[in-house]
């Protein structure tokens, strides 16, 4: 017996295509009509915002040359052989991203005031911020070039984002707010401390508050010549296309999954075997795959997505059991991290009792760590959300586009990869899980399970 159920979905891909040049518009995507034979390009993307954001397909977002790297800096800045290779190459940090690499490099010598950094979570771009801040710091020194030694310091400093010229600000909370930009704007009123040149780097601009977003306005669009804006974000939405266009945009793609295949393996983090089988349900997020390396339950999480269709059978009944069974699996999933901030709760505690409470940073790890959790149960469920659009994508496959009885269940099909999508959109605005996992499942039509054959 051999079941026809399809091998492990590709998860969910962010779609880098650059912004279009008339951006002050907003467009959502479109169902288009179904016509003659279903093809992959007859199945939506899903999307929100202004922008694709999420594709069911596996192409690589980056054609460039494949590159072994990791995201974690220098631990010992004495080390000679660390040094020479952070010193040699910058960037190699940043995974599969030759094209927002060579952008950013080719930027380093007359810099404009901002760049936005889009792409999806761990494809490289705070890595990227990183290495980018550093060389801009470089070339501001009038010594930097010249003093090899001098040009490694700032790089190793820029890169653990300790440089006294370099301030990263990651919001506190599950969004960008007013707070966040006055604790920005006064770091901008700082004169700069090692060279004439500050780089501000805001993580998570996609979370930003309509008023978070007009606070940060003004400055980004009238620049000082000190300073340098990078702006990360996953997207852009329509309210934040303003000062989208006052930027220079450099996209990011999903690393593809055979180079977080080899990272994991490089890394000691897998073997070979498991870390192609982590790639897999990874979505191109490097972050999430260093997570889950550990996970041996990932592949039973996905089986639990991939049988979500079967069990609906339009009553609240089983949606209320499906929502409290997949909730535990996030609950469990998330064990793994506990268990790492626990480890980094006892160090930052044996610190403290070594060299005292004050400056210690204890507000920032633990504000981290809550941070690091949200993300973690919204990454698991757009695992599940990708799992599902590709069970339904299978499904539409798999019906014969020349019958007209089975229309109604292409279609039926079809609307469950759009209603999929607007629960991926309302992740970033952090709904009720619970709700917002209910609401979805009364709407997703009913699957036959797989056929088995003999």
Known sequence: MTSTEPNPPAALEFVTEPAPDDA?????????ELEGAISD?????????????FGLGSEPADAGASESGTESVLDDPASDVGVSERDADPWRAVVSQSRAVAALSAAVTAPLHAYLLVGPQGSGKRSAAAAFAGEL??????????????????????????????????????????????????????????????????DRFHTATAAAAAALLKPVEEPVDSLVWVL??????????????RCVRV??????????????????????????????????NLTRARI????????????????????????????????????????????????????????LAAREA??????????????????????????EIRFGLATLAARYRDQIRSLPSDDAAVSDQIEAAMAAISRLCRTAENLIRSPNEALALQSLLLDLPHLPPPTQQD
């Open 24 to 32: 002050g518009a907003s467009e959502s995507g479109t169902e288009s």
């Open 41 to 53: 390009d007859d199945v939506p993307a899903l999307e929100f915002g202004t922008e694709p954001v």
């Open 137 to 202: 710091i470089i070339v501001a020194d009038h010594r930097g070039a010249s003093d090899e030694a001098r040009a490694g310091r700032h790089r190793r400093l820029a890169a653990r984002e300790e440089h006294p010229d370099v301030f990263v600000l990651d919001p506190t909370g599950s969004s960008l707010r007013v707070e966040d930009i006055e604790q920005l704007m006064l770091e901008a009123g700082r004169t700069p401390v090692e060279t004439n040149r500050k780089v501000l780097v805001v």
């Open 232 to 245: 990360l974000a996953e997207q852009v939405l329509p309210e934040h296309i303003t000062i989208a266009s």
């Open 251 to 284: 996209d990011f793609g999903a690393v593809p999954e055979s180079d977080i295949a080899a990272v994991l393996a490089a890394e000691g983090l897998a073997s070979e075997q498991r870390a192609v089988q982590v790639a897999a349900v990874c979505a191109g």
């Open 292 to 347: 889950l390396a550990g996970d041996e339950r990932v592949m039973a999480r996905r089986e639990a997505w991939w049988s979500v269709p079967d069990r609906l059978d339009g009553s609240g009944a089983a949606v209320a059991i499906l929502t409290t069974e997949l909730r535990a699996l996030i609950d469990e999933a998330a064990e793994t991290l506990k268990k790492r901030h626990q480890s980094e709760a006892e160090e």
């Open 354 to 379: 070594e060299h005292g409470v004050r400056g210690s940073g204890r507000a920032a790890v633990e504000a981290q760590h809550k941070r690091e959790q949200r993300q973690f149960r919204n990454d």
